[in-house]
């Protein structure tokens, strides 16, 4: 049974009003004083000495600090409240992502135990349970990965890599597990020599490329249409962008979704597969190759683009 999600109104309202409670008898408090004060003093004031301004001041300050509490408190819990929703919305996805390649792969398993296939039919089958593997290799593989990040147990190593065969091998994968024609996936790769080679880590940087890829194929509508551009730009750094013509994203969550567990929300989006993880883990991996990545779109329904930059080293990092 899901669980049953706690409106955010609920403590929003109830800390409103005590923030506003508390103002309200810091500001009254301060008035009915200074009123008393005049009174007592047959309307002239008078000096009666530092304790009254140092109690008048002391009451302002403790009710701020009051005030302050309440503030924080109130952030607080709204930051815990949509962080447990975020992770009710992972967990919803894992079952998700996990029931769907599991009940592909029972009904060719019953398929081909129940009857008699031909063997254009069983190779036919034996493809589709190879890319239900695939992606459940894949998704395992993803959550393992943000996992060793959250708990710094991501080993990383620097050594000389080939780009374009990094790239060659991603669009390979991706082209496979989403059954694409080649001209669905169009390369620009502007790469200089010593930008082929490079010295990195070759897996962070099969992840970085590989989840963006993955990330524009699957926010597209109907028949994905991804360009990856590779090119060298004064640094010098390497400059890597996927865009895509898909759902786009609203230019207010355009920062929120390298967050853990933040899914784009809006129409077109909703049923897409996924656990918020993939752009949280390509930016923690950029960051640690000492790069940057940002995130450009038009709006909802005018595609995205997302351009990292990796500073380019040579040589040994021990030289």
Known sequence: MATRRQPLLFPILVGSFAIAFAITVLVGWSIIFSKYYVVATDNQVADLGVGYWVLLA??????????????????????????????????????????????????????????????????????????????????????????????????????????????????????????????AISLDMQLTEQCESMFTDPMALDIIVLNLIDNAIKYSHGKPEVTLSLREEPGPQLVIEVADKGAGIPEDQLKKVFRRFHRVEGEGVRHVPGTGLGLYVVRFLVQHLGGKIDAHSDGVGHGALFRVRLPIKQGSPDQ
């Open 58 to 183: 002391g009451g302002c300050v403790f009710l701020a600090l009051v005030i302050a509490a309440l503030v924080l408190f109130l952030v607080s819990n709204i930051r815990q409240a949509l962080y447990v929703r975020r992770q009710d919305t992972f967990v919803d996805s894992v079952t998700h992502e996990l029931k769907s390649p599991l009940a592909s792969l029972r009904l060719a398993l019953d398929t081909m135990e129940m009857r008699e296939l031909t063997p254009a039919h069983r190779a036919r089958f034996l493809s589709m349970m190879d890319r239900d593997v695939d992606r459940l290799q894949a998704f395992i593989e993803h959550v393992l990965e943000a996992g060793r990040l959250e708990h710094g147990r991501r080993q990383f190593v620097s050594e000389p890599v080939s780009v374009p065969a990094i790239v060659d091998q991603v669009l390979d994968v991706l082209r496979k597990r989403h059954d694409l024609p080649d001209a």
